[in-house]
């Protein structure tokens, strides 16, 4: 069903997708009216949701899966990371969450001050790293502070992480 012969995979009806973000973006325009909305049904007010979740997608993500490759995976391993490969991959996101921390600096969320998919991309990620080395370049910028913490809490992610708890038990 997948392309590629990867997961995430994800049927609709006669729908099918097969990228995380493309699943996110059907699923918020196909559910959104129903609950929370994490969209915005103005396109031009979407366009910088679009944005962001692309910032997260180019930009965020690629040094944090690098630092949880090295910070979490590995010790899991009982392997050592590479102490070269984490002072890059720091160095490469603190430019990242510098860009975050001006931002949240005018608005509650990244794309506005509604949360939406784009700051929901970033839970999984951030979570992995709150119990790292890598914390410390969070901690130290305090409107990303602030804004890691209210996603961290927010009920359904609180589930989420529960749930995955439950299942490493």
Not at 30 to 46: H, V
Not at 80 to 87: D, L, M, R, S, Y
Not at 144 to 165: D, F, G, H, T, Y
Request: proline share 5%; aromatic share 8%; hydrophobic share 40%.
């Amino acid at each position: 069903m997948q392309p590629f012969g990867q997961v995430p995979v994800y049927e609709d009806g006669d729908v099918k997708q097969f990228e995380s973000r493309a699943i996110i973006r059907s699923m918020a325009h196909q559910y959104g009216k129903k609950g929370e909305e994490l969209i915005y049904w103005d396109s031009r007010q979407q366009a910088v949701v679009a944005n962001w979740i692309d910032v997260e997608d180019h930009h965020f993500e690629p040094p944090v899966l690098k630092l949880i490759s090295e910070l979490v995976l590995k010790p899991k391993k009982g392997l050592t990371p590479e102490e070269e490969t984490v002072a890059g991959a720091e160095a490469k996101l603190a430019k990242v969450l510098d860009v975050y921390e001006a931002r949240l600096s005018k608005l509650k969320y990244l794309a506005s001050d509604k949360y939406t998919i784009a700051d929901m991309l970033h839970l999984p990620n951030i979570q992995a790293l709150m119990g790292t080395q890598a914390k410390k370049l969070f901690d130290s910028r305090p409107h990303l502070s602030a804004w890691c913490a209210e996603i961290l809490a927010r009920p359904a992610w609180i589930k989420v992480v529960e749930m995955q708890q439950n299942a490493q038990a």
